[in-house]
C-alpha cells in the first residue's frame, strides 16, 4: 500500500483545507450482464468518472488516486457489491485501523458513498 501518500490523505488538518474546496472523485455505476460467445453469463461492473463533478485535480485527489491504483494493483479493490447501475457516488476512504503507540493510520478501506442528486 502507498503509506507515504495515504499519510498525505490522512493529515487531517490538510483533509479540512481540502474539503472546503475540493468536490472530491465522483463516479457513475453500469453494471452490465451478458452472455458470451462460451454460453457463460457474465456481469460487468464499471464506475464511470463523471470529470464535470468531480474535483478539477487538487493535491488531494491526486493522492487519492495514486493510493487507489496502488491498492488495486495489490488487489485492495474497493466493495462494488452494493452499488446500483445508473446511480452516482464518491469515492472516500475509511480509517480502519491506527498504530495506537505511534497514532498514524496504518488500515483504510475505500467505500463507494452513493451522491443524492440535487434537484
Not at 481540502?18 to 457463460?40: A, F, H, P, S, W
Not at 479493490?77 to 452516482?88: A, M
Request: charged letters at 30%; one cysteine or more.
Amino acid at each position: 500500500m502507498g503509506m507515504n501518500n495515504i499519510q498525505k490523505l490522512l493529515d487531517k488538518t490538510e483533509v479540512k483545507e481540502v474539503q472546503n474546496t475540493c468536490k472530491g472523485l465522483i463516479y457513475r455505476c453500469r453494471v452490465n450482464n451478458y452472455v458470451n460467445g462460451k454460453g457463460e453469463l457474465l456481469s460487468q461492473i464499471r464506475m464511470i468518472p463523471l470529470k464535470r463533478l468531480s474535483c478539477k485535480g487538487c493535491d488531494h485527489c491526486a493522492c487519492v488516486i495514486d493510493t487507489l491504483s496502488e491498492d488495486v494493483a495489490n488487489d485492495l479493490i474497493p466493495d462494488l457489491t452494493r452499488v446500483v447501475s445508473g446511480k452516482i457516488y464518491k469515492l472516500i476512504y475509511i480509517e480502519t485501523g491506527i498504530d495506537y503507540e505511534t497514532g498514524v493510520v496504518d488500515d483504510w478501506d475505500w467505500e463507494f458513498r452513493e451522491v443524492k442528486e440535487e434537484k
